[in-house]
Structures are given as structure tokens and as C-alpha cells.
């Protein structure tokens, strides 16, 4: 027997320091239009990654405030990163509420050389929930709503393959309950793509590859 236990959560959002945002931007039509403006020049092969917590304490380096480039884009939202291929040649660019920024060249990045071999299987593949078993063997499934996610969408041609990854569903075990998806979760190849991914954007951001073209 399967029982499903829903915890609610009631949170808050907290930032130190002043925090400027346009609220009538929306991440999601930023998003989808520069999408069709890829498509428009005909690139047919793109990644669209979403890294983002729902409720959390978020504190900035006081430096990004002194320098003025300080942007809370993620209040309410958090940036998206797209990846793309173009006549050969990698890019990916940062879509954010407060800013427009270059498309830079990724070449280097091993993520499109895991994905086409093994497209397929990645379509197939299910993030299976947090699960555990009981002494009786009853399986009960746990959800919560406060949790991180990783999201991947691939646009490749027609085909549309998307996957979401609740971070919640990657633990090994929460309060002595062990999850019994654990090793299934972690070994599937959409999870290598994910922290392939997560490296690269955090990487690129340490690194500061995004160049700001112009505010919004």
C-alpha cells in the first residue's frame, strides 16, 4: 500500500540591504521571447536550465552594493540560462529581470557531448519521489513545498523533452526515514546534465562571463 503525506510550510523571503527590481518584467516572456528570436535565425538545438529555491534567506556580498551592480532578479525571480548551438559553435547567455547580456561562446562545455547519445534515455527517465518503507513494508511518499529545483528544458527540433528535479527527491534520507528512489534519482543521466550545468552558470557568474549589455 502507497500513502502520499503532504508538509506545508509556511515561509519567508529576507535580503540584507536594498534591493531594486522592475516588477513588471516577467522572467517567463523574457524567457520565451528570446527563444523565438533563436528560432528565428533558424537554431533549432537549445537547452533552457532553471536553478531557483522556493523560500530562503538570501544574503549578498556587500561589494555588489558599493560597485552599484547589485540586482535582486531573484525577487521574485531567479535568473534563467540558456544554451543553444549555432552553426556549430556552443553559446549560452543569462536571461535576468534586471539586465540584457551578451551570448557567449561555451564550446568547451562536455554537457551537449553527454546529452545526444543518450537523448533517448533521457527522455524515458523518471525522478521518482522521496519514498520510504515502514517495518509493516507500507511505502509512504513525502512531499514538501519549500524546497530547491533544477529544471532542464530541451527544445531540439520538434521535440520538447523537459525535466524537473525537486532537490527534496535527491536526499538520501530526512529525520532516520531513508528514501528508497535514492540511488535511482541520483544515477539518472538528466541528474549528470543538471550538475554539469549548475557548475558551468555558477562558474560563469564567479567568473563574471555574463556582460551586461544594457538594464531593463
Not at 500513502?3 to 522592475?22: C, D, E
Request: one cysteine or more; charged letters at 25%; glycine letters at 2%.
Amino acid at each position: 500500500m502507497t500513502k502520499t503525506i503532504l508538509f506545508l510550510f509556511v515561509f519567508y523571503l529576507s535580503s540584507i540591504g536594498n534591493a531594486q527590481t522592475n516588477k513588471e518584467i516577467d522572467i517567463d516572456k523574457l524567457t520565451s521571447d528570446f527563444i523565438k528570436n533563436l528560432q528565428s535565425r533558424k537554431i533549432d538545438t537549445i537547452c533552457v536550465y532553471e536553478n531557483y529555491c522556493v523560500g530562503s534567506v538570501k544574503i549578498y556580498d556587500a561589494s555588489q552594493f558599493e560597485n552599484n551592480i547589485f540586482c535582486a532578479e531573484d525577487f521574485p525571480n531567479d535568473p534563467v540560462y540558456i544554451f543553444w548551438i549555432e552553426k556549430g559553435r556552443k553559446y549560452f547567455t543569462k536571461i535576468s529581470i534586471c539586465a540584457e547580456y551578451v551570448e557567449s561562446l561555451n564550446d568547451d562545455n562536455i554537457f551537449w557531448h553527454m546529452y545526444f547519445p543518450n537523448n533517448d534515455i533521457i527522455e524515458k527517465e523518471e525522478i521518482k519521489p522521496f519514498q520510504y518503507k515502514t517495518s509493516s513494508k507500507e511505502i509512504y511518499t513525502i512531499i514538501i513545498d519549500h524546497s530547491c529545483h533544477q529544471n532542464l528544458k530541451f527544445l531540439i527540433g520538434n521535440q520538447i523533452i523537459e525535466k524537473r528535479f525537486d532537490f527534496f527527491n535527491l536526499k538520501k534520507e530526512e529525520n532516520v526515514k531513508v528514501n528508497i528512489n535514492y540511488n535511482h534519482n541520483i544515477h539518472l543521466i538528466s541528474k549528470e546534465l543538471i550538475d554539469i550545468l549548475k557548475k558551468t552558470t555558477s562558474e560563469a557568474e564567479k567568473n563574471n562571463i555574463f556582460k551586461k549589455i544594457k538594464s531593463r
